[in-house]
């Protein structure tokens, strides 16, 4: 968009300083149809207020994850854009903020744009005048074209990150992030396992600048938890419009000891049309696989059907796969469950954005669909990561002492012997 405006929010209750809000390309995750939303412009305004969360009815057993939503607004508007702050901090504890690097402005010799910082920090204080954890994520890599770079301007065209200033820009990047924006989690790629799956070498040049990125960012922020996310349908081989693989689970060895938790996305409705194809072990699997804390930064399950049958879902399917999640979750510990979007995206009307339009669990008029209560439910938990942990080790010593009791039981002849 043209004519750059100046979007503005207040910090909370009874400060009235205006801070500048802007809003730049916000990326869709969703496998292989991944697309930009393009909303790089300010907007004016009037002033929005900061809504404060609603004190939560604390009811049932603790949980041991944050639950969130990224900023990803039902409909292309300023205020829906701020609502989504809003939704978070009503129904969880988290934000997920997902954006292309600004290459131009971090190579060597540039100067980082007052726009950019303005922007920086006002994403930083709306979160926190909501009480909210900010998780920023880097999209490095082309969420249309995983295998060459993101938003690269036009006189970096065609490099890849072998190229000494895009690796000095993607971590003087993170640095930024870092120390200004101040983020809980930061992720530096995302869904990498596509771009290894579509360039074998950018990947590997990937690996390389991610390891001196992490490294610079702890140096700086070593609080800040760190890492890439993993498109978990692609890193099994199911996507049913690509040739089916091996899981590629020996990608996480690579990264050595610089992932900080094990991040993927997730949207099964695409590879399995009701919830209850989906494998009993899905989630679970994981386990087998790495240690690590298991975060699930991104998912979706769609509710209605789309052309060409890529999702037959409906409502009670997309409550049945919201109700596994939370239990997989538990099972789990999962650190994290952030769900794609709340509201259905009124925007996504035509190939390839239809495949996203039912992904949230209230529809474009903000009505509950029926996997909602299940959240809302889930947000009433405790959150209480100590007393989650222990309640899933007593159920898992639990369950394994079932097991050893079966085993031993000897089976019943037919004579009673």
């Known amino acids: 968009m043209r004519g750059a405006r100046a979007l503005t929010l207040r910090r909370g209750a009874g400060d009235n300083r205006r801070v500048p809000l802007t809003r730049r390309l916000i990326t869709l995750a969703a496998l292989a149809v991944t697309v930009l939303l393009a909303v790089a412009c300010r907007a004016e305004t009037e002033p929005v207020g900061v809504r404060p969360a609603l004190p939560r009815d604390t009811e049932g057993p603790p949980r041991s994850y944050l639950l969130g939503f990224s900023s990803t607004p039902g409909e292309l508007t300023d205020r829906a854009y701020l609502e989504t702050f809003d939704f978070a901090a009503r129904y969880g504890e988290l934000l997920l903020v997902q954006r292309p690097p600004e ?3 971090f190579v060597p010799g540039a100067t980082v744009p007052a726009s950019l910082r303005d922007q920086t920090l006002s994403e930083r204080e709306a979160t926190r005048a909501r ?6 994520v880097l999209d490095v890599f082309d969420p249309a074209a ?6 690269l301007p036009s006189e970096l065209r065609d490099r890849q990150l072998d190229d000494a200033d895009l690796r000095a820009a993607l971590i003087a990047e993170a640095v930024f992030i870092a120390r200004n924006e101040q983020p809980d989690y930061l992720g530096i790629g995302a869904e990498v396992n596509a771009t290894f799956e579509r360039n074998p070498a950018a990947y590997a040049q990937f690996l390389a600048a991610y390891a001196e990125a992490y490294d610079a960012v702890k140096e700086v922020a070593p609080e800040i938890t760190v890492f890439p996310t993993f498109q978990y349908e692609q890193l099994l081989g199911v996507i049913p419009w690509e040739p089916p693989h091996a899981p590629r689970w020996e990608l996480l060895d690579q990264f050595a000891d610089r992932l900080d938790l094990f991040a993927i996305t997730s949207y099964p409705s695409f590879a399995y049309p009701v919830a209850r194809k989906v494998p009993p072990l899905y989630y679970r699997e994981i386990r087998a696989h790495t240690e ?25 399917e997309q ?24 509201r259905d995206l009124t925007f996504a009307s035509s190939p390839p954005y239809d495949l996203l339009q039912t992904i949230g669990l209230r529809d474009a008029q903000d009505r509950p669909k029926e996997a909602w209560p299940a959240w809302v439910t889930a947000a009433q938990r405790p959150y ?12 898992l ?6 097991e050893a009791t079966a085993t031993a039981t000897p089976t019943p002849t037919p004579d009673g012997g």
Request: charged residues 20%.
């Open 103 to 105: 290459w131009r402005a």
């Open 131 to 136: 009480g909210l954890k900010l998780m920023v």
């Open 146 to 151: 995983r295998e060459r770079l993101n938003a």
């Open 292 to 316: 690590l804390p298991v975060a699930l930064v991104s998912v979706g399950y769609s509710s209605g059907q789309v052309r060409d049958g890529m999702n037959s879902s409906t409502p009670p």
């Open 319 to 342: 409550r049945r796969f919201v109700q596994r999640l939370f239990e997989d979750a538990d099972w789990l510990g999962s650190p994290i469950v952030v769900w794609f979007a709340g």
């Open 384 to 395: 209480d990561p100590a007393a989650a942990e222990a309640d899933r080790l007593a159920a």
């Open 397 to 402: 010593a639990a369950e394994a002492t079932a």
